[in-house]
């Protein structure tokens, strides 16, 4: 049930419940070791109120990640978008990946779906509010600080032209190569 990975479709709508399980676990595991400190020595002058304070932080942590995921969890992939995409690379080695929702300082930038494909990165997005030129400067700063040179990107607000764009695409021709696999992971590893 869990188990998913950035990139995976559906990882946006298991990770809020994933994070926020956790988040409940290590508060109450903090709660449990300070009422049993207290209960033994009758006042929370003890080491196990140290322990417990030690455990806030990761909790912080993780209720952190809880509502960027929640935040986030409404920019996943449909199921028909990803059928509908992957008529168009199945059985192909073309790196691709689902629901990346990338943060910077001032806007979010989701992607539904996302592939690498002769050094061009093309992305479809949910959102329609999307300044694509500055999401553009976005990930060109991601690749130029890793090393990773000459990738047009292309970033799709309309499904109906990503799909135009996948069907001019003769997949079955595509050789897999490294700055494909780098670009697209490097999106994965940016993303929530």
Partial sequence: MFKSHKGEFGYLKKQPVKTGLFALLLILISAAV??????????SKNILTVVAVLGVPPCAKFIV???????????????ANKEAFEKH????PIPFAYDCYMT?????????ICFAYDSS?????????????????????????????????????????FIQRCESIDFSK???????????ELIKSISL
């Fill in 34 to 43: 300070f009422l049993i400190g207290y209960k033994i020595k009758g006042d």
């Fill in 65 to 79: 990640s809880f509502i960027m995921f929640i935040k986030a969890e409404k920019h996943t992939c449909s199921l």
């Fill in 89 to 92: 690379v199945a059985n192909t």
């Fill in 104 to 112: 910077s300082y001032k806007v979010d930038y989701p992607f539904i």
């Fill in 121 to 161: 990165l093309i992305a479809l997005t949910d959102d329609a509010k999307i300044d694509v030129k500055e999401c553009k400067e976005h990930i060109e700063k991601y690749l130029k600080n890793n090393s990773i040179e000459d990738v047009k990107i292309y970033i799709f607000t309309s499904f109906d032209k």
């Fill in 174 to 184: 595509y050789e897999s190569n490294d700055k494909d696999i780098k670009s697209l």
